[in-house]
Nanobody
């Protein structure tokens, strides 16, 4: 079992930045592929970014490429999502997710992740 707690959401103007954090506890953090998803009102939860166990591989949905950066600090059991040049369409609840996959490839599909945080609201005003 692993527990995930997101933080760092808030209200920001378009063009601004936010940094989300996801602190984990439980099993060995470095054995997990980590991902960020988001869900806007009335929409399905969608993939945003993912990172492999050692941070050597990352993957992003097209709409955030060049603006968002996912990273992890295995010593701190934490994954981050740096969000720059935010747009109103980035408004959503952002969820951190974990998949136990020692040495495994990145996961980008919602059903691949077994553990989820409670979410943090990001609101971007125009």
């Amino acid at each position: 079992q692993v527990q995930l707690v997101e933080s760092g959401g808030g209200l920001v103007q378009a063009g601004g930045s936010l940094r989300l954090s996801c602190a984990t506890s439980g099993r060995t953090f470095s054995h997990y592929v980590m991902g960020w998803f988001r869900q806007a009102p009335g929409k399905e939860r969608e993939f945003v970014a993912a990172i492999r166990w050692n941070g050597g591989n990352t993957y992003y949905t097209d709409s955030v490429k060049g603006r968002f950066t996912i990273s992890r600090d295995n010593a701190k059991n934490t994954v981050y999502l740096q969000m720059n040049s935010l747009k109103p369409e980035d408004t959503a609840v952002y969820y951190c997710a974990a998949e136990f996959r020692p040495g495994g490839a990145i996961a980008t599909l919602r059903y691949e992740y077994d553990y989820w945080g409670q979410g943090t609201q990001v609101t971007v005003s125009s």
